[in-house]
């Protein structure tokens, strides 16, 4: 049985094609207090996102619910935590968070964390009696960027792919 080596061009054509994206190309956008999030992909068919994301020290992220998904992530420079957890993540800590997991993120050094993740699902943001206040998907945030862009005057790079 001989495989084909290469995907035939008439796939290719229908398909998606390979990319290379270049992140000093895209902005930070501003997602909060002391928090950025740089996208690099939008995953729409799959409801998929990939950021790095930036919080600089006495930074958080508020404690919320990953529904519908899991969260892989990868921490590239400072450290943080969750405070339900006990664990720290440092430059190149892998970390995998389960469908369902809540948590809120906090950078207790004043050097900034940057860390890469790849979403699925919903982001739901809780108050103190766990009722949801707001929520992100790939659909919110592709909005955050094109409106930070549009903002801006930057010319976004698309990452819908
Ligand atoms: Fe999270």
């Known amino acids: ?24 190309a895209v902005p930070w956008v501003p997602q909060g207090e002391r928090v950025w ?23 958080r992220v508020n404690r ?3 529904t519908g998904g899991q969260v892989l992530g990868y921490c590239l420079q400072g450290s943080w935590h969750y405070l339900e957890r ?5 430059p190149g800590t892998f970390v995998y968070e389960p ?14 964390m940057i860390t890469l993740f790849i979403l699925d699902g919903v982001v739901q943001y809780l108050d103190d009696e766990d009722r949801v206040i707001y929520q992100d998907d790939v659909y919110t945030k592709l909005d955050r960027y094109l ?3 549009r903002e801006s005057g930057i010319e976004p790079v698309d990452l819908r792919y």
């Open 147 to 149: 409106t930070f862009c």
């Open 37 to 59: 999030f740089k996208p690099l992909r939008f995953d729409l068919a799959n409801g998929r996102w990939i950021n790095i994301l930036k919080v600089t020290g006495g930074g």
């Open 1 to 24: 049985m001989t495989i084909p080596l290469q995907i035939p061009d008439s796939v290719i054509a229908m398909g998606v094609p390979d990319r290379a994206v270049q992140s000093d």
């Open 86 to 90: 006990e664990w720290v993540a440092r």
């Open 99 to 112: 469908p369902g997991d809540v948590h809120t993120l906090v950078v207790d050094d004043a050097e900034e």
């Open 64 to 66: 919320h619910r990953h």
